[in-house]
């Protein structure tokens, strides 16, 4: 791609030169995406400034899904399934029933009514006095105008009166909702703490419009904290960082700020793993039960191969039970033996299936968790900036504060807590040395068994994205992803397949990265391009 450094200049160059010739620069199309929401994304990035024209800006977007021109882009999305999607009139009980919450003779639903339209998983983890509250709180934005961003038959993705609301149904009727999630954008965040601007820090060769795009998204998500870092094997990385690692502190985010490594984590225990097979001490084949000795899976039969896949259908823990100022013994967490009553060779992402695969790795190596990870990757790659801590008091003092954005527009600081299962959430890392871990983890391994890692070995899912060996990939093969969140923080990780290149993104506030990742799919390190 052009490196001008004036952004209108390079979408220029990009429009008389054609669409990309690769599919790496590409992303797959998001279910079924609404053509009404990528209209008036081209306008918002049109009153941006970064493109001189409309037609450039959907011309841009064409060229981001794969598609030749904005016409072909519309004729591709005519023609995606039109399965009827079981989310959005689930959502549009949420809006009409509490859109008149706080004015006169408005009444809250009752435990029955909120039974017909949540799942009991959802009630269960959050009473219904409790998420009529919360829900209630939003009425103001849910007067707005609704927008469909995405939806598949049992996911959705809309906005609404300023905010970003996710949600998902149960597969059989009466398709209750199975999870909401609403976040506030930018403008909803009122916070005199992050009113005061401040210049975005970077370091390193950090590609063209990077800066802008932090900028840009810092202000559009409503962020405490971001950090946006990429490289490539062999080279150093560079990181760009903007807003504040502690804002009761005033203390402004820089690279040395470590953060909850949600998307490297998971990455760290799929490399152990494979360094285990690869030196002949665990078979991807075998019953994982063969060589468990701390817990044991309910089905003898679940081999390692599913549990790298989230194919194996293993329970996991509630999310009530994920974090907390120490890390208990796995067995405290899952009981002596892991239930598995989700269908085998169906992709369900599984933070027990991973929590197994932790004390696989621990008992082979015949070390606590944390120490056989840190012998197995974090110290061959040289990521000293990394670690599992064990209590939420060894954080140290360049641990970033995670925050929750309130309905008034303000942020509450989390309590400082870690992940429960060091596996899916415990690795505490920079974010230079998330890249670190994204662009050497293959030279840990054979290179046969590095290609298979990010080989899809599943089905094509909804969103069409497949399973590797532990890494989420593309339909085309091109793309691999980890990504992870939890109150504290939001992490994105992806791996051009071709090349190694690797883009990080990080957030001390639990939002949704996708809009912000994918304006970065552009954008990779210029040597290397």
């Given at each position: 791609?052009?490196?001008?450094?004036?952004?209108?200049?390079?979408?220029?160059?990009?429009?008389?030169?054609?669409?990309?010739?690769?599919?790496?620069?590409?992303?797959?199309?998001?279910?079924?995406?609404?053509?009404?929401?990528?209209?008036?994304?081209?306008?918002?990035?049109?009153?941006?400034?970064?493109?001189?024209?409309?037609?450039?800006?959907?011309?841009?977007?064409?060229?981001?899904?794969?598609?030749?021109?904005?016409?072909?882009?519309?004729?591709?999305?005519?023609?995606?399934?039109?399965?009827?999607?079981?989310?959005?009139?689930?959502?549009?009980?949420?809006?009409?029933?509490?859109?008149?919450?706080?004015?006169?003779?408005?009444?809250?639903?009752?435990?029955?009514?909120?039974?017909?339209?949540?799942?009991?998983?959802?009630?269960?983890?959050?009473?219904?006095?409790?998420?009529?509250?919360?829900?209630?709180?939003?009425?103001?934005?849910?007067?707005?105008?609704?927008?469909?961003?995405?939806?598949?038959?049992?996911?959705?993705?809309?906005?609404?009166?300023?905010?970003?609301?996710?949600?998902?149904?149960?597969?059989?009727?009466?398709?209750?909702?199975?999870?909401?999630?609403?976040?506030?954008?930018?403008?909803?965040?009122?916070?005199?703490?992050?009113?005061?601007?401040?210049?975005?820090?970077?370091?390193?060769?950090?590609?063209?419009?990077?800066?802008?795009?932090?900028?840009?998204?810092?202000?559009?998500?409503?962020?405490?904290?971001?950090?946006?870092a990429g490289g490539g094997p062999g080279t150093a990385p560079w990181v760009v960082t903007k807003g504040w690692a502690d804002l009761d502190g005033g203390t402004e985010l820089a690279a040395r700020h470590s953060w909850p490594s949600y998307c490297g984590s998971a990455l760290v225990t799929t490399t152990a793993v494979l360094?285990?097979?690869?030196?002949?001490?665990?078979?991807?084949?075998?019953?994982?039960?063969?060589?468990?000795?701390?817990?044991?899976?309910?089905?003898?039969?679940?081999?390692?191969?599913?549990?790298?896949?989230?194919?194996?259908?293993?329970?996991?823990?509630?999310?009530?039970?994920?974090?907390?100022?120490?890390?208990?013994?796995?067995?405290?967490?899952?009981?002596?033996?892991?239930?598995?009553?989700?269908?085998?060779?169906?992709?369900?992402?599984?933070?027990?299936?991973?929590?197994?695969?932790?004390?696989?790795?621990?008992?082979?190596?015949?070390?606590?968790?944390?120490?056989?990870?840190?012998?197995?990757?974090?110290?061959?790659?040289?990521?000293?900036s990394s670690s599992f801590p064990a209590r939420s008091a060894d954080l140290g003092p360049d641990a970033v504060t995670g925050y929750n954005a309130n309905p008034d527009g303000t942020f509450t600081a989390v309590r400082e807590v870690i992940c429960t299962i060091p596996a899916v959430g415990g690795l505490w890392a920079t974010?230079?040395?998330?890249?670190?871990?994204?662009?050497?983890?293959?030279?840990?391994?054979?290179?046969?068994?590095?290609?298979?890692?990010?080989?899809?070995?599943?089905?094509?899912?909804?969103?069409?994205?497949?399973?590797?060996?532990?890494?989420?990939?593309?339909?085309?093969?091109?793309?691999?992803?980890?990504?992870?969140?939890?109150?504290?923080?939001?992490?994105?990780?992806?791996?051009?397949?071709?090349?190694?290149?690797?883009?990080?993104?990080?957030?001390?506030?639990?939002?949704?990265?996708?809009?912000?990742?994918?304006?970065?799919?552009?954008?990779?390190?210029?040597?290397?391009?």
């Amino acid at each position: 791609m052009p490196s001008s450094a004036n952004p209108n200049a390079a979408k220029t160059d990009a429009a008389k030169s054609g669409p990309p010739q690769t599919s790496a620069s590409t992303r797959p199309l998001p279910g079924r995406p609404s053509l009404r929401y990528l209209k008036l994304e081209a306008k918002r990035r049109l009153a941006a400034g970064e493109f001189p024209a409309l037609h450039d800006a959907q011309l841009a977007i064409a060229w981001e899904y794969g598609q030749p021109s904005w016409t072909a882009l519309k004729q591709r999305i005519s023609e995606l399934p039109t399965a009827e999607c079981q989310v959005l009139p689930q959502l549009g009980w949420v809006i009409t029933r509490f859109c008149g919450a706080g004015q006169p003779g408005w009444t809250a639903p009752g435990p029955g009514e909120m039974q017909q339209h949540f799942s009991p998983d959802v009630l269960a983890a959050r009473p219904a006095p409790e998420l009529i509250a919360a829900i209630a709180s939003a009425a103001p934005a849910l007067r707005g105008e609704l927008t469909v961003v995405a939806q598949t038959p049992l996911t959705a993705q809309v906005r609404i009166g300023g905010l970003e609301v996710f949600a998902s149904a149960a597969a059989g009727p009466p398709h209750r909702l199975t999870g909401l999630l609403a976040v506030p954008l930018g403008r909803q965040i009122t916070d005199p703490r992050v009113a005061a601007p401040l210049a975005a820090r970077r370091s390193g060769d950090v590609p063209a419009t990077v800066e802008q795009i932090a900028d840009e998204s810092f202000a559009e998500l409503g962020l405490p904290g971001l950090a946006v870092a990429g490289g490539g094997p062999g080279t150093a990385p560079w990181v760009v960082t903007k807003g504040w690692a502690d804002l009761d502190g005033g203390t402004e985010l820089a690279a040395r700020h470590s953060w909850p490594s949600y998307c490297g984590s998971a990455l760290v225990t799929t490399t152990a793993v494979l360094r285990l097979v690869a030196g002949g001490r665990l078979s991807l084949d075998a019953p994982a039960n063969g060589q468990l000795r701390a817990v044991r899976l309910e089905d003898a039969s679940i081999t390692v191969r599913e549990l790298l896949t989230h194919t194996a259908g293993v329970d996991s823990p509630a999310p009530s039970e994920l974090l907390a100022d120490h890390v208990p013994d796995l067995v405290s967490v899952t009981g002596p033996v892991v239930s598995c009553s989700g269908p085998r060779g169906t992709v369900r992402p599984s933070n027990g299936g991973y929590a197994v695969l932790s004390q696989l790795v621990a008992d082979v190596m015949g070390l606590p968790y944390a120490a056989a990870a840190t012998e197995l990757v974090l110290e061959p790659l040289g990521l000293a900036s990394s670690s599992f801590p064990a209590r939420s008091a060894d954080l140290g003092p360049d641990a970033v504060t995670g925050y929750n954005a309130n309905p008034d527009g303000t942020f509450t600081a989390v309590r400082e807590v870690i992940c429960t299962i060091p596996a899916v959430g415990g690795l505490w890392a920079t974010a230079a040395d998330t890249v670190r871990l994204g662009t050497g983890w293959a030279s840990l391994l054979p290179a046969p068994l590095a290609r298979e890692s990010v080989t899809p070995h599943t089905a094509q899912m909804s969103s069409g994205w497949r399973m590797g060996l532990g890494w989420l990939v593309s339909g085309r093969g091109d793309l691999a992803v980890h990504a992870g969140a939890a109150p504290p923080a939001s992490t994105f990780l992806r791996m051009r397949v071709r090349d190694g290149q690797v883009q990080v993104v990080l957030t001390n506030r639990g939002i949704p990265l996708g809009p912000l990742a994918d304006r970065l799919l552009r954008v990779w390190t210029p040597a290397a391009a």
